[in-house]
């Protein structure tokens, strides 16, 4: 559906393709495809003046003007494909599958204007450069005085920044305009987001009810099952006559229920560590090393603590990671990397296992959710043969 | 009695064998799951089975699937289910037929060693174990509240013990008054509940049962 965004309040800073995890764009990158958008438009100006010179004539001919349109309309749709696969290539600009052929031909026409403007621009950056050149070589041959010079630097840069600007301007639209014709628009941007969002609540809920399903699988299969192993061993212990047989048994409750006091810690500890809160994050992660049988590095790089659902988010994907790699990996050694970057928290968890890890699994997909709803990004490599490396990356400002 | 265990913990079946043991019966062989639990028993044909409802793979109600198989193409066999929880759903399907010879427990009624050998006692002969708890919840849960008014205190508690299973001998012993003061009680409450008369410990488990599940 085509958007209008003149109805719709959009924030200042959430303009056409750019979302909350769209990357930076290298400068080297924009400037190329910027002069190869120049370059397109010279060619649409040649394809234009050509095929319009050869195909003109049967235009204006009620008979042949269908055809002809037609012949020239291929052109134009490859034309604007070029131009779509420039900005993907050059400015990593998403456009939908879907085109719409009917707004190719004013594409085009929008895009060749803009791009000649382009090429003036650029062309008048040169003869500036070609100026300077002058000017240097007056300085230098002492044919310049030094009150002219100071006249021409005035005003060569004011004209430097007003070409600038307009280069800066020329640049945006000729994103904009491939944005305004092809691209989503900013009702279809919002309604991506709001699809995002929804899928990552429902599944955060998914996440929580997974994770109270383990609770209870833990409390059930661990806690319960010692403690009704324990009552049977006291009401066994009671029941028998002979005091030294009662006693082996009672001894063996007693055994029984120091196992259980274990067991309940380790339940409790899975299901949230309190060091988490009075430790932070290297303390909890310690923990997680020690508990581990494969050795474990841990390397954190944080100058200051993180916020709190990172934080935790942070140890829950360290934690399942690991234990994951000791249930399944048979690997020799864990590495886990903790650093800030450029408002992001990136975890980097490997191990020199058998790879083969699935993403989808149970504990692995939980954690993309919960990693998904803090806006963060998971990725899982696990080729067969190894080795695995789950990276997570959660913006933190 | 030549019992099968079904029980995917390890530590509670090792300690059920030796309970058993001990108290002189004989287990055949101990499972971990429901189809391999129905292959046993195909195999070794035992007086009675212990299974718990929740097993491998999906530790829901497997065992549950496996005991009602069981019941359907052996009869005659004594079939005790430990459960998690109560699980309304899961004591009706059971019970939904006849309750000759069938125990719904909780789990953790194991620890009360006396009462779970007596459970299984009664299932062996033909009986009925259906655990206190569920028939409390039954109780708590009855839409029938005006019937249930017009019993006396001991009525209910005679109610309470024969929902369970129990016989009069049983229950006379339980609430401490002759057998002759809990037929009494019987027969006054079958009157007020407006229950049919029937004969057969497990037919009256059944009749009660139903009443205080519909």
Redesign the interface.
């Known amino acids: 559906m085509p958007g209008d965004p003149s109805d719709i309040t959009v924030p200042q800073n959430h303009s056409g393709n750019d979302t909350a995890k769209a990357p930076e764009v290298s400068f080297t990158n924009r400037a190329l495809g910027f002069v190869a958008g120049i370059l397109t438009a010279l060619l649409e100006a040649g394809y234009f003046v050509v095929v319009g010179a050869v195909l003109g004539p049967a235009m204006l001919w009620p008979r042949t003007r269908a055809a002809a349109i037609r012949r020239f309309l291929v052109g134009v749709r490859w034309l604007t494909e070029l131009e779509l696969r420039r900005r993907s290539r050059f400015f990593d600009d998403l456009f939908p599958v879907e085109r719409d052929d009917q707004k190719a031909l004013p594409y085009l026409t929008s895009h060749l204007a803009a791009g000649l403007l382009s090429a003036i621009v650029v062309g008048l950056l040169g003869f500036g450069l070609v100026l300077v050149v002058l000017v240097t070589r007056g300085m230098i041959r002492g044919s310049l005085g030094i009150w002219d010079l100071l006249a021409q630097v005035l005003l060569g840069g004011v004209l430097l920044f007003l070409d600038i600007q307009g280069i800066i301007t020329l640049a945006g639209l000729d994103g904009r305009l491939a944005r305004r014709y092809f691209g989503p628009s900013e009702r279809e941007m919002l309604k991506r987001r709001i699809a995002e969002l929804s899928a990552s609540r429902a599944g955060i809920v998914r996440a929580v009810d997974s994770e109270r399903q383990r609770i209870e ?1 833990d409390l ?2 661990g806690v ?13 212990a ?2 028998h006559r002979d005091p030294v047989e009662a006693g082996r048994l009672m001894e063996q409750a007693h055994r029984e229920s120091e196992e259980v006091l274990v067991e309940l810690r380790e339940v409790a500890w899975r299901a949230y560590p309190s060091a988490l809160d009075n430790l932070g994050l290297p303390e909890a992660l310690a923990g997680v090393a020690e508990r581990s049988s494969i050795p474990v590095r841990v390397r954190i790089d944080l100058d200051t603590p993180l916020p709190r659902p990172v934080e935790t988010a942070t140890y829950f994907v360290v934690s399942e990671a690991v234990t994951n790699a000791v249930k399944h990996s048979g690997a020799a050694a864990i590495g886990v990397a903790i650093e800030r970057r450029s408002g992001c928290v990136h975890v980097r968890i490997t191990d020199d296992g058998a790879g083969g890890a699935d993403p989808a699994g149970s504990g692995l997909s939980g954690l993309g959710l919960r990693v998904a709803a803090l806006d963060g990004r998971m990725s899982v490599g696990s080729p067969p043969g190894g080795p695995t490396e789950i990276t997570v990356e959660i913006p933190c400002e | 009695m030549r019992i099968i265990l079904a029980e995917d913990s390890i530590l509670l079946r090792e300690g059920l064998i030796r309970l058993l043991t001990e108290e002189g019966h004989e287990v055949l062989a101990a499972v971990g799951d429901g189809d391999e639990l129905i292959r046993e028993v195909e195999a070794r044909q035992p007086d009675l089975i212990v299974v718990d409802i929740r097993m491998p793979p999906t530790h829901t109600d497997e065992g549950l699937k496996a005991a009602l198989e069981i019941r359907r193409r052996w009869p005659a066999l004594g079939v005790l289910v430990l459960s998690q929880h109560v699980e309304k759903n899961y004591a009706t399907q059971l019970l939904a037929s006849d309750t000759a010879g069938v125990g719904y427990l909780l789990k953790d009624r194991v620890s009360r060693v006396e009462e779970f050998l007596d459970s299984l006692d009664r299932v062996h002969n033909g009986g009925a174990a259906i655990d206190p708890e569920v028939v409390r919840q039954l109780l708590a849960r009855t839409t029938h509240v005006d019937p249930l008014s017009k019993l006396t205190n001991r009525e209910r508690e005679v109610l309470d013990q024969m929902a369970q299973g129990h016989t009069n001998a049983a229950i006379a012993l339980k609430l401490h008054i002759s057998q002759s003061a809990v037929e009494k009680n019987v027969n006054m409450i079958f009157e007020k509940l407006d229950l049919t008369r029937t004969t057969g410990y497990s037919r009256r488990v059944l009749a009660v049962l139903q009443y205080l599940g519909s």
């Open positions: 699988r059930h299969d319960q099952q010692r403690l009704v192993a324990l009552a049977m061993l006291l009401g066994r009671r029941r």
